[in-house]
C-alpha cells in the first residue's frame, strides 16, 4: 500500500523540475489569451515580432544590460548554442571551465572542431568547481567558457574575467539567468534557454552578447570560406543577429514558447526584477539547505557553501535511504521531479529554487521528506 504523507504537510504546488520548471498559471493564461492573434500566425508578421520585441527589451531590463549589448534569439537551445559559439565565436582555441555535464558537453564540442585547436579544459570533480584562470601565454585562447550554474551537480560560480586576457568570456546560463545575480560587463555572450527561471518550453537559445563578442562573430564568419570552417545558416550568430534586430527567428519558432516566456519576464520586472527574484531563490536555498545539514541522514551535495546554487539544490541522503524510494512516494503524493541528474548517479535530491517556486513550498517539500523517510524507515 502507497505511503499517504498527510495533507497539511504538502505542499501547495508540488513542483520542483530542475528544468523543465513550474510554469506559473498567470502564463497558461497568458497563452490562453494569446488565442488567434498570435497562436497559428506567421512569425514574420507584426503580432509574433511584436511579441519577440517585448521579450528582448525586457531581458535587456532585467539584466540591465550595458550600452551595445544586444538580444539575440535562436532556435535550438543552449545544446544548438554551443556549436553556434564553435562555429562562430572561437577563433582559434577556447578555455572551458568543466564540473558538470553541460560545461563538458560545450568543451566537447569544441574539441571536435576540426578547424580549432584543441581546447584547454579546466576540469573538477562533481560536486565542486572549476574557476577560469589566466592562459599560457605560449598557447593564448581567444575564449573562455564556463556555467554560470551547473543544473546537473547543483554547483555556481560568479561570472568574472580573466585578469589580463582580451579572450571573449561565454557564460552558459541557463539555469540561472534570471535569479542569479550577474555583472554582464564582465561577460561577452550571456546564453541561456526559456525553460528553467523563464518557465517556457525548450527549443530557443537567447544571448546578451557585448559588441566584442558580435564584431568576433562578423570577422570570423566573413573569413570561413577562406579559413576552412563550415557555418551552416542554422548555426550562423550573425544570421541570428540580423534576425533578431527585426524581431524574429531565423526558423519558425514554437510561439506558445515566446508566448510563455514573454509573461513570465513581465512577471519577473512587476515583482521588482533581477534583485527580486535573486533574493527569492535565495531564500529557499537558506531554507533547503540548513534543513540537510540539520539532519543526520542528509548532506548537501556540494560541499563549499558559495557554490552551493540557489536555483538548484542537490541533497545527497544516507547510503540507508533509498533515494528512488523516496522520490517515488512524494510522486505518488504530488511532489514532483525531485530526482538527481540520471547520469550522476548519485543517492540525491534535486530541487529546482526558481522563482516560480513559493519558498514556503520549498518548506514544505522538506516537512514531506522528512515524514516519508522516517516512515520508508
Not at 60 to 89: I, M, R
Not at 174 to 192: K, M, N, Q, W
Not at 258 to 270: G, T
Request: one cysteine or more; aromatic letters at 8%.
Amino acid at each position: 500500500m502507497a505511503l499517504t504523507i498527510p495533507a497539511h504537510l504538502l505542499p501547495a504546488d508540488g513542483r520542483f523540475g530542475a528544468g523543465p520548471s513550474k510554469v506559473r498559471p498567470g502564463q497558461v493564461e497568458a497563452l490562453a489569451a494569446a488565442g488567434a492573434a498570435v497562436l497559428g500566425t506567421s512569425h514574420r508578421q507584426p503580432p509574433v515580432k511584436q511579441l519577440v520585441g517585448r521579450i528582448r527589451a525586457g531581458l535587456a531590463t532585467l539584466f540591465d544590460a550595458p550600452d551595445g549589448y544586444e538580444v539575440v534569439l535562436g532556435n535550438g537551445g543552449s545544446t544548438a548554442f554551443w556549436d553556434v559559439a564553435t562555429a562562430c565565436l572561437v577563433e582559434r582555441r577556447a578555455q572551458h571551465a568543466a564540473f558538470g555535464e553541460f560545461g563538458a558537453k560545450f568543451a566537447a564540442s569544441t574539441a571536435g572542431a576540426p578547424f580549432l585547436r584543441a581546447p584547454q579544459v579546466l576540469s573538477a570533480d562533481a560536486g565542486s568547481v572549476a574557476l577560469l584562470e589566466p592562459s599560457p601565454k605560449d598557447d593564448p585562447v581567444d575564449v573562455h567558457a564556463t556555467p554560470h550554474n551547473e543544473t546537473s551537480t547543483g554547483a555556481m560560480v560568479t561570472p568574472v574575467r580573466v585578469p589580463g586576457s582580451t579572450g571573449l568570456m561565454l557564460v552558459d546560463a541557463t539555469s540561472g539567468a534570471g535569479a542569479l545575480p550577474v555583472d554582464l560587463a564582465e561577460t561577452d555572450v550571456y546564453y541561456f534557454a526559456p525553460q528553467k527561471v523563464f518557465a517556457a518550453d525548450g527549443g530557443l537559445w537567447l544571448a546578451v552578447a557585448s559588441p566584442a563578442a558580435i564584431e568576433r562573430a562578423e570577422r570570423v564568419e566573413a573569413g570561413a570560406a577562406a579559413s576552412g570552417r563550415w557555418v551552416p545558416e542554422f548555426l550562423s550568430f550573425t544570421t541570428a543577429l540580423t534576425n533578431s534586430r527585426a524581431d524574429q527567428t531565423l526558423n519558425t519558432p514554437a510561439v506558445a514558447t515566446l508566448v510563455m516566456l514573454a509573461d513570465q519576464v513581465d512577471w519577473l520586472l512587476a515583482q521588482g526584477g533581477l534583485a527580486w527574484s535573486v533574493a527569492r531563490s535565495r531564500t529557499s536555498a537558506e531554507i533547503l539547505y540548513g534543513w540537510a545539514e540539520a539532519r543526520a541522514w542528509a548532506t548537501p551535495f556540494v560541499a563549499e557553501k558559495e557554490h552551493r546554487s540557489t536555483v538548484v539544490g542537490t541533497i545527497d541522503l544516507d547510503a540507508s535511504i533509498d533515494a528512488t524510494a523516496v522520490v517515488k512516494t512524494l510522486r505518488e503524493n504530488g511532489v514532483y521531479d525531485v530526482f538527481p541528474y540520471r547520469k550522476l548517479g548519485r543517492n540525491q535530491l534535486r530541487v529546482g529554487m526558481f522563482p516560480a517556486v513559493d519558498p514556503a513550498d520549498v518548506e514544505a517539500l522538506t516537512q514531506s521528506v522528512d515524514y516519508v523517510v522516517e516512515h520508508l524507515a
